[in-house]
């Protein structure tokens, strides 16, 4: 079974920059898109941003021109995230889709990103 290691959340002041990593530990066949989700207390899990295998981008438009993704290989992905808000706190979680027709997905466990005002 392939893991998700994500890493690099932590606390930041408001205005300030973190960059979330995330890992598999082996190869995912048909690997169509790696990206970030957050869920906040209380709210239900949203999309952040993902890139395809293709390299197209898509982000949440909260966080258009602020958060940037990028891949290095063929399974990591990262997450630039700058000037940083208290509303961007939540738990963020690496999810990596694959599959031809049936879609599936692999979840990492997530990382805590705390946003100080």
């Known amino acids: 079974q392939v893991r998700l290691v994500e890493s690099g959340g932590g606390l930041v002041q408001s205005g300030g920059s973190l960059r979330l990593s995330c890992a598999a530990s082996?190869?995912?066949?048909?690997?169509?898109?790696m990206g970030w989700y957050r869920q906040a207390p209380g709210k239900q899990r949203e999309l952040v941003a993902k890139i395809t295998s293709g390299g197209s981008t898509n982000y949440a438009d909260s966080v258009k021109g602020r958060f940037t993704i990028s891949r290095d290989n063929a399974f990591a992905v990262y997450l630039q995230m700058n000037n940083l808000k208290p509303e961007d706190a939540a738990v963020y979680y690496c999810v990596a889709e694959y599959g031809a027709g049936i879609r599936y997905s692999h979840w990492g466990q997530g990382t805590q990103v705390t946003v100080s005002s």
């Open positions: 082996g190869s995912i066949p048909r690997l169509n898109a």
